[in-house]
């Protein structure tokens, strides 16, 4: 049973990209007759605006991208959370960190490393056989213990429409965070925690997210869950040339009138290359049977087929 999600953070309205990704996702389960669920990631407290979640609920039922189940809320979850890592803390998967984001990137600099990944340093392990003295920060993955256990620290997966994908995660990450210093969950935990827990099997998002894939895999794989397939989908530009997102300013979708909700589908639809053309959806009484054309269109297309 195919079961897909559209995971949004509360830290603003849907904006153009977003659109476009929860499109694809509702698209793809749609297109393999399976279940669509909407999970709201609001781990990161700090991060979230106060009733952007009932916003992005209300878009997307505007938008005709009517989900199942009930909407789940990571703010929740905290136990389940919990539980993963001590069951990682059993396995001596994950240790303790006292080093703060300074001494990390000191560390590196010393060492020439390259500090461009995604302006991120990579952890170099230095807590990894003890605090010496230092206070517990955070909690980390044990990547290399992990790397030695499955032989290697390179994970390997399809992407359905990049290709074959790669990562050493050892080497381009280091030990990553599960835990913040703040108490905070991390991203990658309550990610690869709730698509278990709730029997996702297909994890379609934009591409700016593919990055997290092989930390992702390699947390499901030590705490014995199952893998998922993986579709990247393309991202939307900016006129100045940058990926949208609410960090750099995205406009909020133009939703206020039923032209204005037609005009943002036809743009995410095109932006994923589907037929998007005049009289698709000229009206609002079109938007049924046009998300069911773009779910045929979807079941039938390369290269973004439907796998069994
Ligand atoms: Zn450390």
Sequence with gaps: M??????????????????????????DAR???????????????PRCIEGADKMILKQLQQCGLHWDG?????????SLYQQALDNLLAQDLVYP?????????????LLGLDLSRNKAAVYLGTCREGLKGKPARAWRFNVR??????????????????GPQSQNVLAEVGDFVLKRADGLWAYQLAVVVDDAKQGITHV?????????????????????????????????????????????GAKALNLSSDAAICQS?????????????????GSLEQLPSALVNWTDAWAHRQPTKIEA
């Design 70 to 78: 009930n909407v789940v809320y990571q703010s929740q979850r905290d």
């Design 97 to 109: 960190c006292g080093c703060t984001r300074k001494e990390i990137e000191e560390n590196q600099a």
């Design 204 to 248: 379609v998002r934009g591409e700016d997210l593919s990055d997290n894939t092989a930390r992702q895999m390699l947390l499901q794989e030590a705490l014995g869950y199952p893998a998922q397939k993986y579709l990247h989908t393309a991202l939307v530009w900016g006129v100045n040339g940058e990926k949208l997102s609410k960090q750099n």
């Design 145 to 162: 213990k992990w790397s030695e256990l499955r032989a290697s620290p390179v994970v390997h997966w399809t992407d359905r429409r990049l």
């Design 31 to 45: 297109a393999h007759h399976g279940e669509w669920l909407v999970r709201i990631e609001d781990v990161d407290a």
């Design 265 to 281: 589908l036809i743009s995410a639809a095109s932006t994923l290359g589907l037929d998007a053309g005049p009289g698709t959806l």
């Design 2 to 27: 195919y079961r897909g999600r559209f995971a949004p953070s509360p830290t603003g309205e849907l904006h153009a990209g977003s659109l476009v990704a929860a499109l694809a996702s509702y698209l």
